[in-house]
């Protein structure tokens, strides 16, 4: 059974900082590639951060050397920490396995709000 608890969010002004954890099961975290993906309103969800397992990590150019993914495997933990923030990161942000691009698990949690205004 999948279990992804994300926390950490809220609101935050424009370049300010928010640092996102997500809690997974058993041994999903060191065992798979992992993600941060976000959906805004009225848009589909984005893949945003991924890690494997070996800790090579990629980022979109829209959010590339503001986010960086990392993870703990002994707390089973995935952590996005995300800098000088802009309006449009304002989503709810997601964790979950990825293969490629894409989330690998059907199920996911609840996820984050995570809100960038002035």
């Known amino acids: 059974q999948v279990h992804l608890v994300e926390s950490g969010g809220g609101l935050v002004q424009p370049g300010g900082s928010l640092r996102l954890s997500c809690a997974a099961s058993?041994?999903?975290?060191?065992?798979?590639?992992m993600g941060w993906f976000r959906q805004a309103p009225g848009k589909q969800r984005e893949l945003v951060a991924s890690?494997?397992?070996?800790?090579?990590?990629k980022y979109p150019n829209t959010v590339k050397g503001r986010f960086t993914i990392s993870r703990d495997n002994a707390k089973n933990t995935v952590y996005l920490q995300m800098n000088s923030l802009k309006p449009e990161d304002t989503a709810v942000y997601y964790c979950?396995?990825?293969?490629?691009?894409?989330?690998?698990?059907?199920?996911w949690g609840q996820g984050t709000q995570v809100t960038v205004s002035s």
């Open positions: 979950n396995r990825v293969i490629g691009t894409s989330a690998a698990f059907e199920s």
């Open positions: 058993g041994s999903i975290v060191r065992t798979y590639n």
């Open positions: 890690i494997t397992r070996d800790n090579n990590t």
